[in-house]
């Protein structure tokens, strides 16, 4: 992200960029209106975020017109969005946590993190669903994990179930080869 949003942009502007970007992805013209809507604010508040946006140079503004990100606001909302996806993402796909509580606290994580750790969140969940130990059945092992515990048993015979399909995955991957 551009240096401006780790010195200069709080949380909330953040979540305001992030909403007139993807409010300008789904409509023709953004309005102040269409922010307070968003975000659940009263539109006076909505218009003192903006004045300091302008100021900012996030984005072109003047009263009674339509909002535009500026190419710099522009940046920093399509971060803050690709962030919130990603966490979001992570929340639901790999934890299985509500998609409502999920967005919810995806909104939060994505102002804290730096980008080696969203990097890492994008690492493991392609590796989660890429690698052959992963996928969707070791998800379902995980959330049996997260019901009940370690149960020994069970543990084995997930080893062993595991071990019949890395065995085919490394046949099928050799003769890919040949």
Not at 11 to 40: C, F, H, Q, S, W
Not at 45 to 71: A, H, P, Q, R
């Amino acid at each position: 992200m551009d240096k401006i949003s780790n010195k200069t942009i709080t949380p909330t502007m953040e979540d305001y960029l992030e909403a007139i970007y993807n409010l300008a992805r789904e409509k023709r013209a953004v309005r102040v209106k269409d922010i307070a809507k968003r975000l659940g604010v009263k539109m006076p508040t909505v218009t003192s975020m903006l004045k300091g946006l302008n100021e900012k140079k996030l984005i072109d503004y003047e009263k009674y017109e339509y909002i535009e990100l500026t190419e710099k606001g522009s940046k920093v909302g399509q971060e803050i969005d690709r962030r919130h996806q990603i966490f979001r993402g992570f929340l639901t796909d790999i934890l299985k946590i509500d998609y409502k509580l999920a967005d919810e606290d995806a909104c939060k994580m994505e102002h804290a993190v730096s980008p080696a750790t969203i990097n890492a969140f994008v690492d493991i969940m392609e590796f989660i669903n890429n690698c052959p130990r992963g996928g969707a059945s070791w998800l379902e092992y995980f959330d049996e994990y997260r019901a009940g515990g370690q149960q020994k048993a069970k543990c084995i015979e997930r080893m062993k179930e595991f071990a019949e399909e890395y065995n085919n995955k490394i046949k099928e991957m050799e003769e890919g080869e040949k």
